[in-house]
């Protein structure tokens, strides 16, 4: 087999298996699934999060099996996950504490009191600026509740099903942070 022969097949065949593995999305990867504790979570789908015209993070949701049914994924008490994988270099920690403030506000229709303890402490986790390539995983384990790995290191975890429903609400609830990261989530 000739060298440029070798070289086409080889790069035909990485193309192919990094398909397999990952959802390429606003150049970046994410891995077709997750371990969340002792489970292993499928893509269900991935979008981008965009701000205007400004690409922010790809955004993956990992759940135990495939589902297009937003409520029905926001109300389960089962392990699943976000990833947001940043594209956008330099979102500083006041800019994601007002972005999550602005998602809690909309799933709750303004009213915070339920959850205000619990999103307060979220919030508490988010002390550094996200930079191009970081990696956050918001990982929902039942009566553990939400554990939130900044580039591969646990910041905290916040107890209750009803903080999970408003924080995966934020993506897939009736008014999204993103209408098209909802699609791109729900497999759509």
Known sequence: MSKKLFVIVSAVFLAVSSSVAAKDIGGVSLPDSLTAGKNQLVLNGAGLRKKLI???YAGGLYLMQKS????KIISADEPMAIRMHFIYDGVSADKLIAAWNE??????????AAIKKEADAFNSFFTEEAKKGDIYDIVYLPEQGI???MKGK???TVKGLEFKKAAFGIWLGDKPADSSLKKGMLGE
């Open 154 to 156: 646990l910041k905290g």
């Open 68 to 71: 297009s049914d937003a409520q």
């Open 147 to 149: 554990s939130l790995y």
């Open 54 to 56: 400004i690409k922010v």
């Open 103 to 112: 998602g809690f506000a909309n799933v709750t229709g303004g009213n915070l």
